[in-house]
């Protein structure tokens, strides 16, 4: 039982009769009036909801505010990036990095001059020679709530900078360039745009986030319809008009996305297009940019495939014989006639599929292939010169190992970063020709004030598997403090996902190590409907299976309460997106389970989504969801899981939704209808309090800047140790 009655009152919305009728079945809707932003009252509510929850964790101020030191005093504010090795056309050859300087909440984006491969710029040198700052966010940020960057891509020759910017959250970007050789950052004076329309002013408005070079007059970017999906590449000509510009590609199907690149020796423009089961490639050469785009292999419904330009060879990733994917290579001969560039028939296996492995990506250099796989829920990395294999080898049990490349394709090593639960992220250079892992930073983790050193050997990080109902072993990475007791008294945040084939790393987090310290033991349950166990371990969480994910993240709390990792009263669950779906799914499942639910930028409403095609992004989701708009099936299968439809009159945990008022992924209406119906439908006398904090001047992310980012998780790591009963004046 709690005591309501000294505590402010939860903002109450109108309920509206709205009756949605599919397939015989009626379900009146009440909150969906609270969809249209345009309505004052809305956005009153929303505020009126805010003001709730900070009257509701008021006495957490002081406790978020230590969180937020925590993670300030931990960071190195001013640092600089690992460089990246750079050879432009004509010669000049520059490193590129980012910056970022204490007391500032974004990077600069910076290049140097280099003479090698092995004397990049390091932290700690009192001035770079030729430091040229390409971008500084900090001042491009300026007079905005909001600031993202998109792209951030320099001409080959070296002398141009793309960027696009988007300054409310809604993703729809503006894409400017601007001349490297006027930048005068350093006295204050502005670099020059190029374009048509007013001096300084963006080259072309309202685009999807990317922008690719093809030689030094032209880029390719791409538009979004009205559902968000970007269908449409086109080609600008620097200087003139955009009304002028090309229409390269479109697709017509809703179910397809398309996405423009190009190849690492910048020769090629690849053009992506692909729903979540079926992709083709097309390409181009970079020196004729209105040639047409020729595709690379047939389209075959059911079968996806992605495209590697190496040097006179395609390396093609794909799932034609393997559901864990396999490579093959393919000569390249450009021939602007032909039907297909790379028909099946020459395909010739690089990396063969094998048992138990899921290929996941391929990066082609002049000398050797790097693959990229994962096996038993743990990323790697193999690299293939002709006949020869090499699989890099880690020290730890859990881990995560990706590749971050290099931009040269005739480079002798290539780039990739190591983390774990207790590992900070550290980056390499593998040298092929020497077959060594040279590191070359390791994040640094300064000493806490009252904590000391942090030291990796104090924590303890290890996989452990929880038995499924079915049967079915579920992965676990978990870390906690070695001296923290497995007798269940411990608290424990549980992150879980679950959907896209997306697979959560183990890396590692410096805002962690506050639930650390505090006893806190951390979990990722790796359910089904992610990735990290090959493409059947997706299969088996979506669509018409997509129930196994939100039972393997019930029965994964169940396996830590039974084996004294934490107890019910002090557990939390956590996730995002579509992981926010997982968290509504799973309080409707097992309410008495958890002591908290955090969810952040939630899908709790997916059944009303999925239902209508003129939503952003609804029909290229029915091949994740199932379209229950045709299908009867689909649409009875959703509505007996989607979270807003399916609350029960008892005991919820507490629960804290987060959302951002431009979301187009998952709009703030979802969050905002359930929060409502959540407060209507529990029994007052055993409601645990209900919160929503809404950003709103933020997308799908959250909020930008690196200060108000750490105040954000701040806020929500607070409201978690308070709700797991670890904060002092906890009720």
């Known amino acids: 039982m709690f005591d309501q009655s000294s505590r402010p009152q939860p903002p109450v919305a109108d309920r509206r009769p709205h009756p949605r009728r599919h397939h015989g079945d009626v379900f009146d809707d009440p909150y969906e009036w609270l969809r249209d932003k345009a309505n004052p009252e809305v956005i009153e ?35 600089l990036s690992v460089p990246s090795f750079t050879r432009h056309r004509g010669g000049d050859a520059w490193w590129y990095y980012s910056r970022t300087v204490e007391g500032s909440a974004y990077q600069l984006y910076c290049r140097a001059p280099a003479t090698d491969r092995d004397h990049a710029p390091q932290l700690g040198e009192a001035e770079i020679p030729g430091e040229q700052v390409l971008l500084d ?82 880029l390719f970017y791409q538009r979004v319809d009205e559902a968000w999906r970007p269908h449409q590449v086109w080609l600008h000509t620097l200087g003139s008009d955009p009304s002028s510009d090309v229409l390269v590609f479109e697709e017509t199907d809703e179910r397809y996305w398309v996405g423009v ?53 395609l390396y093609l990733l794909h799932n034609q014989n393997s559901p864990d994917f396999e490579v093959s290579s393919c000569p390249l001969v450009w021939d602007e006639s032909a039907g297909e560039l790379a028909p099946r028939h020459r395909w010739t296996s690089v990396a063969a599929p094998a048992e138990g492995v899921r290929y996941t990506a391929v990066e082609a250099y002049r000398d ?41 394709i005739d480079t002798d090593r290539f780039q990739l970063t190591y983390t774990s639960l207790v590992t900070p992220t550290t980056v390499h250079d593998y040298l092929v020709d020497r077959g060594e892992l040279v590191q070359l930073k390791q994040t640094q983790v300064r000493d806490h004030p009252v904590r000391g050193a942090y030291r990796p050997e104090d924590h303890v990080s290890e996989r452990q598997w929880a038995r499924a109902t079915d049967g079915t072993l579920i992965p676990l990475s978990i870390v906690r403090r070695r001296d923290t007791p497995l007798d269940g008294t411990a608290p424990c945040l549980l992150y879980g996902y679950g959907s896209y084939e997306i697979s959560i790393p183990p890396a590692f987090a410096v805002s962690r190590l506050s639930l650390l310290d505090r006893g806190f033991v951390f979990v990722i349950a790796h359910i089904r409907g992610g990735g990290e166990m090959g493409r059947a371990w997706y299969e088996n969480g979506k669509t018409l299976t997509k129930k196994n994910t939100f039972t393997d993240f019930v029965d994964s709390a169940r396996w830590l309460v039974d084996n004294g990792y934490t107890s019910s009263d002090r557990l939390v669950a956590e996730g995002r997106s579509a992981g926010g779906l997982l968290m509504g799914a799973i309080a409707n499942l097992a309410p008495d389970l958890f002591a908290g639910v955090h969810a952040g930028v939630a899908f709790v409403d997916a059944l009303t989504t999925i239902l209508d095609p003129s939503l952003p992004l609804t029909v290229t989701e029915w091949e994740e969801w199932g379209d229950p708009l045709h299908d009867p099936e689909v649409y009875a299968y959703m509505r007996g899981y989607s979270p807003y439809e399916n609350i029960a009159p008892v005991q919820y945990p507490a629960i804290l939704a987060t959302t951002g008022l431009n979301d187009t992924r998952v709009y703030y209406v979802e969050p905002t209808k359930w929060v409502q119906q959540l407060r209507h439908t529990i029994p007052k006398e055993v409601a645990r309090p209900v919160l929503q904090k809404t950003e709103m001047v933020a997308g799908h992310a959250g909020v930008t800047g690196r200060y108000d980012q750490w105040k954000e998780r701040a806020w929500e790591l607070a409201w978690i140790i308070d709700v797991a009963g670890q904060h002092p004046g906890h009720d």
């Open 368 to 408: 050797f292939v790097v693959v990229s796989r994962r096996r038993d829920g743990i990323a790697g990395v193999q690299v293939h010169r002709g006949d020869d294999v090499t699989h890099l080898e880690f020290p730890e049990q859990v881990y995560d190992a990706q590749t971050t490349g290099s931009e040269d």
């Open 137 to 218: 966010a900090n001042l491009e940020s300026q007079g905005h709530e909001f600031f993202s960057l998109g792209a951030l891509t320099v001409s080959p020759d070296g002398t141009l900078l793309a960027f696009s910017v988007d300054n409310s959250g809604d993703e729809r970007y503006d894409l400017w360039v601007r001349r490297l050789d006027l930048q005068q950052i350093d006295d204050g004076g502005q670099p020059d745009a190029l374009g048509a329309g007013q001096a300084g002013g963006p080259v072309v408005t309202d685009i999807a986030h990317g922008a690719t070079w093809a030689g030094q007059q032209h």
């Open 45 to 79: 509510l929303l505020n009126a909801e805010n003001t709730y929850a900070d009257a509701m964790t008021a006495h957490l101020e002081g406790l978020r505010q230590e969180l937020f030191d925590d993670i300030k005093v931990r960071t190195q504010e001013t640092d």
């Open 261 to 313: 690149d190009a190849s690492r020796d910048e020769n090629w423009i690849v053009i992506h297009n692909g729903s979540k089961l079926t992709s083709e490639a097309f390409l181009l050469p970079a020196a004729q940019p209105t040639a047409k785009p020729v595709r690379v292999a047939e389209k075959v419904e059911g079968v996806e495939y992605g495209v590697e330009v190496g040097d006179g060879v």
